[in-house]
């Protein structure tokens, strides 16, 4: 596609539930990210795809959040039991070189609420 | 740990003016740093992306200098315009790292 696109736009959720958002990224592009980002703050990390593979998950903040990309392009990032405290805007950015060599490219986000 | 600050948090300035935004770095041993616009409610669009080894990197009304061993960069915007109101983040990559460090982004107003 043209751009990173990320579905849903919004997703109000209850605490306890689990929450799948989705990442497509822009056509041929081999590394992903996913932010976290919290009202006022700069996005924060939580993993990278090089292909299909996590090379670095070490932003997970806990064992509730995991994140595949089985094909090597569209990715699903997963909380299981939410909390309040997951509530933020989920973003997503592609790149098509490897890591810390490229330009991201970010999705507009999936604002996540849990109540 | 790299730690990204910017400064001001929040800026207003006449329509016209020209303004700097700066941001500073704590670990100097980075590949590269990049500047993003933020809209309310919207994703990041990436403004400008500058390698370690430059000095600085231009588009159109936008320069952004680097200087990597004083770990400060700085986003100066000429002739500024409503439409350019937006939050603006800084963000590096830090060598060895597969993460991109943000600032926590100045927040410009300009006023017509």
């Known amino acids: 596609g043209a751009g990173v696109s990320q579905t849903p736009s919004n997703k109000v959720t209850e605490k306890g539930k689990y929450v799948e958002l989705r990442c497509d990224p822009i056509?041929?592009?081999?590394?992903l990210y996913w932010y976290r980002q919290s009202l006022g703050q700069g996005p924060e990390f939580l993993i990278y795809?090089?292909?299909?593979?996590?090379?670095?998950d070490s932003g997970l903040p806990n064992d509730r959040f995991f994140a595949v990309r089985p094909e090597g392009s569209v990715s699903t990032l997963k909380i299981q039991r939410t909390e309040r405290g997951d509530s933020a805007v989920y973003l997503c950015?592609?790149?098509?070189?490897?890591?810390?060599?490229?330009?991201?490219?970010f999705g507009e986000g999936s604002r996540l609420t849990v109540l | 740990k790299q730690e990204v600050t910017q400064i001001p948090a929040a800026l207003s300035v006449p329509e016209g003016e020209n303004l700097v935004l700066n941001c500073s770095f704590t670990?100097?041993?980075?590949?590269?740093l990049q500047w993003f616009r933020q809209d309310p409610g919207k994703g990041l669009t990436s403004l400008l992306l500058?390698?370690?080894?430059?000095r600085e990197q231009t588009s159109g009304r936008l320069n952004a200098s680097l200087d990597k061993s004083s770990g400060r960069s700085t986003l100066y915007i000429a002739a500024s315009q409503p439409g350019d109101s937006a939050t603006y983040l800084c963000?590096?990559?830090?060598?060895?790292?597969?993460?991109?460090?943000f600032g926590k982004g100045t927040k410009l107003s300009v006023i017509p």
């Open positions: 950015a592609s790149s098509s070189t490897g890591a810390n060599t490229g330009e991201l490219f």
């Open positions: 056509s041929g592009h081999t590394a």
């Open positions: 795809f090089q292909g299909t593979g996590a090379a670095d």
């Open positions: 670990d100097s041993a980075i590949y590269n």
């Open positions: 500058i390698q370690s080894s430059q």
């Open positions: 963000a590096v990559w830090g060598a060895g790292s597969y993460q991109l460090t």
